[in-house]
């Protein structure tokens, strides 16, 4: 699957977030050189990855990282 394609599977959610959360993530994305949608995406991948270890021959970690 090209990346093209992987683009078009990922899944919209609406997400409220407090005004404080929204500038700390805005701030966090920006010294990251990220979009705040881009940062969300990062750290919630972080965190599963976390969750699921540093195996990586886990499947259905190739869905993860891009």
Not at 41 to 61: F, H, P, S
């Amino acid at each position: 699957m090209d990346k093209k394609s992987k683009e078009k599977d990922k899944k919209q959610v609406l997400l409220r977030l407090s005004p404080s959360l929204w500038n700390e993530l805005a701030a966090w994305a920006e010294d990251d050189f990220r979009s705040i949608n881009g940062q969300i995406e990062y750290l919630l991948t972080e965190c599963v990855k976390k969750r699921k270890g540093t195996d990586k021959d886990r499947k259905g970690e190739e869905d993860l990282i891009e």
